[in-house]
């Protein structure tokens, strides 16, 4: 079992920076790749970036490469993503996810096998 907690959501301007942080319990979070996904209000939830266990491999939707940098640290048990040139499609809650198969770098929620309780993004105009 692996339990995930969100943190560093909060109101910014467009243009502006964030940086999420996910801790994650237990001592086996190398062996888990990670996600970032996040759902906007009448929205379905969409995949936002994920990074494999080891080999630091990452995978980013369109809509954020080059915006955003998924990283983590595996000595702290930490996901992290540096959000920067925010902008107001990007608000939504942001959710992180842990996925059993170390080097599987998915797009889809549903390979994903733990989740945090999600941390509110909101991007002003």
């Known amino acids: 079992q692996v339990q995930l907690v969100e943190s560093g959501g909060g109101l910014v301007q467009a243009g502006g920076s964030l940086r999420l942080s996910c801790a994650a319990s237990?001592?086996?979070?190398?062996?888990?790749?990670m996600g970032w996904f996040r759902q906007a209000p009448g929205k379905e939830r969409e995949f936002v970036a994920t990074i494999s266990g080891i080999g630091g491999r990452t995978y980013y939707a369109d809509s954020v490469k080059d915006r955003f940098t998924i990283s983590r640290d595996n000595d702290k048990n930490t996901l992290y993503l540096q959000m920067n040139s925010l902008k107001p499609e990007d608000t939504a809650v942001y959710y992180c996810?842990?996925?059993?198969?170390?080097?599987?770098?998915?797009?889809?929620?549903?390979?994903?096998?733990?989740w945090g309780q999600g941390t509110q993004v909101t991007v002003s105009s």
């Open positions: 237990g001592r086996t979070f190398s062996s888990y790749a």
């Open positions: 996810a842990a996925n059993r198969r170390t080097i599987t770098l998915s797009t889809m929620a549903t390979m994903y096998d733990y």
